[in-house]
């Protein structure tokens, strides 16, 4: 049974930092791609970030510079260093695991919600 589990949400004021992780489980996961989405009310769904099993990132635009994505293979997990949070980060964070090839296989975390607030 495939399992991910986000972790480290909470509420923080404009200008601090939260780290979240998603422990995974049932999952080869160092040859997935790992990525972290967010949802804010009345949103769609956006990517924040991407990480390739080669360790290759990618970021939307709005969090360039501030976020970190990272992976660690050993630990199966993945985190998402989120410094000068801002109230526009204020959303579910929803953790990614995607494996590309012949039969693709894509996997969700049920979320855990930042808000960013004073």
């Known amino acids: 049974q495939v399992q991910l589990v986000e972790s480290g949400g909470g509420l923080v004021q404009p200008g601090g930092s939260l780290r979240l992780s998603c422990a995974a489980s049932g999952i080869n996961f160092s040859i997935y791609v790992m990525g972290w989405y967010r949802q804010a009310p009345g949103k769609q769904r956006e990517l924040v970030a991407t990480i390739t099993s080669g360790g290759g990132t990618n970021y939307v635009s709005s969090v360039k510079g501030r976020f970190t994505i990272s992976r660690d293979n050993a630990r199966n997990t993945v985190y998402l260093q989120m410094n000068t949070l801002k109230p526009e980060d204020t959303a579910v964070y929803y953790c990614?695991?995607?494996?590309?090839?012949?039969?693709?296989?894509?996997?969700w975390g049920r979320g855990t919600q930042v808000t960013v607030s004073s």
């Open positions: 990614n695991a995607y494996r590309l090839g012949p039969v693709p296989a894509d996997y």
